[in-house]
């Protein structure tokens, strides 16, 4: 295709923002993403961001997990804006709700690696990562600065949903708006998360995409430490096992410090359907 040929893209998610993105470096100057409802609103803004070189290695998407961890770290320094990314540590910790109800007294100290801002009832924990195989990034605040630098190139954002196509000889020619708009192109690509399924749905395709429902806390926590001064939380991600009340099935969330203090803690998910567009994405006050 021309590098000045229209492409569209329908969704402002990581998928979306990246391919933008990487399309204006290659020199297409005529990229507009389409996005319903506002850019990273529904998965990527929420997401937690880890990041794992060699989680992988046993599958086959190692390459593309030590690529992608790589490449992590080249855009936190080519793109010119903070994107929440730092090197951390990553423990895998077994905890046990509060007291220990025979000794009647708080082990918070299970192992030796436990941060000092961990209380509780550790019962054991072994580094699973370090600052040369696991790091994060703020989901939101990097699809945020891809689409930046994408605008810098000629890259556009036109909020509107998305709801048809228009076809002619195997080919697509424009893309129909919920308000009646045509925006005519000459290239499409979908990156619409879990509901892909609809635009696939525009060209007579079988919905090959689906999405599980989960949740997440941000949390801003207030820390003193006994002279009164603020304890900093550190660049440690937690994976837990816990159990609480000493009994029933043990909960594994993830706990993800960022480095603008807040902390980002995601848990279970659950077998709630999504709803049919992402505007109506909700919180969760029972989840949560």
Known sequence: MEKNGKILIVGGGIIGCSTAFYLTQAGYCNVTILEAVGV??????????????????????????????????????????????RKMNTLSMSVLDGTD??????NNKGCDQAPDWVD???????????TCTTAQVTPKLLCEALLDKAKEHGAQVKIGQVVGAEVNNNKVTSLKLKDGECVKCDAVLLSMGPWTGQGLAWFGKPNVVSGDRAHSVLLKPQIENSDNTSSHIDNTALFLHYRPNYAGKSQEPEVYPRPDGTVYVC??????PLPDQPAHVEHSSDSC
Do not use: P
């Open 101 to 106: 109800k025979k000794s009647n007294k708080k």
């Open 40 to 85: 990273a609103h529904a998965a990527s803004g929420r997401a937690g961001g880890f990041l794992a070189m060699d989680w992988c290695d046993s599958s086959f998407t190692k390459d593309l997990a030590r690529k992608s961890f790589q490449l992590h770290e080249e855009l936190a320094k080519t793109l010119g804006k903070d994107i929440g990314y």
């Open 120 to 130: 509780g009832n550790v019962q054991h924990c072994q580094e699973i990562g370090n």
């Open 267 to 272: 848990g279970q998910g659950d077998n709630h």
